[in-house]
């Protein structure tokens, strides 16, 4: 079964930035603490707990990312010409 969660526009740009930053942030960490220790399962590990905690951050929907929800018009009537 699929779950539908419902962010809005500005939602999904800051949960991108969110998750972009957290990923690379995580990735430099786990390879300077790698290159560091000299330690490829260290740097592994800190790389996947940094996916994880961004994920843990980005995929739920927390109410910040609806906080501008969309303004949509209203539905115009066209009067149609009789012939």
């Known amino acids: 079964m699929w ?6 526009f500005e939602g999904q740009k800051q949960a991108e930035l969110i998750s972009q930053v957290g990923i690379i942030l995580f990735a430099a960490i786990g ?5 560091l220790l000299q330690n490829l399962i260290l740097a592994f590990q800190i790389f ?3 996916i994880f905690l961004t994920s843990l951050f980005v995929l739920p929907p927390w109410s910040f990312y609806n906080q501008h929800p969309v303004q949509w018009l209203p539905p115009i ?6 012939p």
């Open 3 to 8: 779950f539908e969660w419902k962010i809005d």
């Open 31 to 35: 390879f300077i603490a790698g290159f």
């Open 48 to 50: 996947g707990g940094g």
């Open 77 to 82: 009537q066209i009067e149609k010409d009789k």
